[in-house]
T-cell receptor, first 118, second 109 residues
Framework: DAGVIQSPRHEVTEMGQEVTLRCKLISGHNSLFWYRQTMMRGLELLIY????????DSGMPEDRFSAKMPNASFSTLKIQPSEPRDSAVYFC????????????????FGAGSRLTVL | SQQGEEDPQALSIQEGENATMNCSYK?????LQWYRQNSGRGLVHLILIRSNEREKHSGRLRVTLDTSKKSSSLLITASRAADTASYFCATSGYSTLTFGKGTMLLVSP
């Protein structure tokens, strides 16, 4: 398995432009998490899905951010319009099964998408 | 918040020495995990310790958990240059993980 795959790895854009980040889950995983990492705030959970359904989006900073999971293996995180303060590394991570059953909550991370908004 | 806080923020040691990193958290947890992040990469899971466990080993890693003090420690024995990375603790309820800001470990040859 190739693991969690994110694209693009690097994105440089200008303020006001739309940005779309993509994530492909590991086959068989049914939960997906989007995190944002900055030096100041560390790793912040933005949103997570279970079986394609958004469960908790309380970490999404504002309405400019939206995330979708159109099928069981793919997700997008969109920022429209982008702002310089959105510059960060965005990670998606996936998890198999239900931790309430398995008793564990181990995530597999992608390599991240580094976003720079000028 | 369940967010863990690692201590120290940065640690510099020589190869062969042991490295100890600590994590404190605020609320009750289901389990606590440690992850490693190499520069420019995603996080990689190292070890998980459940709330009813006090100590766990995996290779050169030893993790302890003290739920009464809401703290955990990660010990890396006989460190190698390849251990240079950032290390994060993550506290878990049942569904989500909350990460601390990490300890940057530099192991010099």
């Amino acid at each position: 398995d190739a693991g969690v795959i994110q694209s693009p790895r690097h994105e440089v854009t200008e303020m006001g432009q739309e940005v779309t980040l993509r994530c492909k889950l590991i086959s068989g995983h049914n939960s997906l998490f989007w995190y944002r990492q900055t030096m100041m705030r560390g790793l912040e959970l933005l949103i997570y899905f279970n079986n394609n359904v958004p469960i908790d989006d309380s970490g999404m900073p504002e309405d400019r951010f939206s995330a979708k999971m159109p099928n069981a293996s793919f997700s997008t995180l969109k920022i429209q319009p982008s702002e310089p303060r959105d510059s960060a590394v965005y990670f998606c991570a996936s998890r198999p099964g239900d931790p309430r059953v398995s008793g564990a909550n181990v995530l597999t991370f992608g390599a991240g998408s580094r976003l720079t908004v000028l | 918040s369940q967010q863990g806080e690692e201590d120290p923020q940065a640690l510099s040691i020589q190869e062969g020495e042991n490295a100890t990193m600590n994590c404190s958290y605020k609320t009750s947890i289901n389990n606590l995990q440690w992850y490693r992040q190499n520069s420019g990469r995603g996080l990689v899971h190292l070890i998980l310790i459940r709330s009813n466990e006090r100590e766990k080993h995996s290779g050169r890693l030893r993790v302890t958990l003290d739920t009464s003090k809401k703290s955990s420690s990660l010990l890396i024995t006989a460190s190698r240059a390849a251990d240079t990375a950032s290390y994060f603790c993550a506290t878990s309820g049942y569904s989500t993980l909350t990460f601390g800001k990490g300890t940057m470990l530099l192991v010099s040859p």
